[in-house]
């Protein structure tokens, strides 16, 4: 299965691929964690994307699309993956369709976790990662076994540069404004798919379940 996963910034979509690269046994593949990793560097590059990001804006579609095809062409991913946080702007959408194409791939299902503005929001300014290994956490929904410290692999946690009260505010405005009409471009091709992300944990990951047909699966 080739798999994407999309909606607003905090609607959960990596606690759900994650989850979902254990029940399909398929790579996830994080363009955030990717960019996280290159920021940490020394370099032009790593410079270019926290000037970015670290503005509550997407690194640019012909960036974004190099990095990430090279990962999806990568042995373990060429039999399916689980794309999160990628595309998130037509131009993209547009090629990967022709990156698998051209590789005799499509994509076979586009899950789309919608949630109220206010509800990101609130989700985003508790939030808390882990810079080590990605697990994500939240001070008040979720919060860690030790204070401020990652229960998988006992890193500090930290918040992100990007989830600032002013910054988050200008990353759902460039959502609504470049990721919000990939609803329309994947529903006219017949393979959206849509959970309420709003509900609890368990809830969402049923819904999830049934959206992609995987009830008994695990």
Known sequence: MNLIVFGP????K???AKRLETVLGLPHVASGDI???IRKQDSPLAREVRSYMDAGNYVPDELTIELVLARL???DALQGFILDGFPRTEPQAEALDSALAGDRRRLDVAL???VPDEIITQRLQGRIICPQCHAIY???THPPIVDLTCDVCGHALEKRTDETPEVIGTRLEVYEQQTAPLVEYYGTRGILREVDGNQAVRVVEAGVDEALDLRGVK
Request: proline share 11%; glycine share 16%.
């Open 35 to 37: 960019f996280r990793d």
């Open 73 to 75: 062409r990568k042995p």
């Open 9 to 12: 910034p905090g609607a959960g």
């Open 14 to 16: 990596g606690t759900q």
């Open 138 to 140: 939240n001070v008040v």
């Open 112 to 114: 789309y976790i919608n």
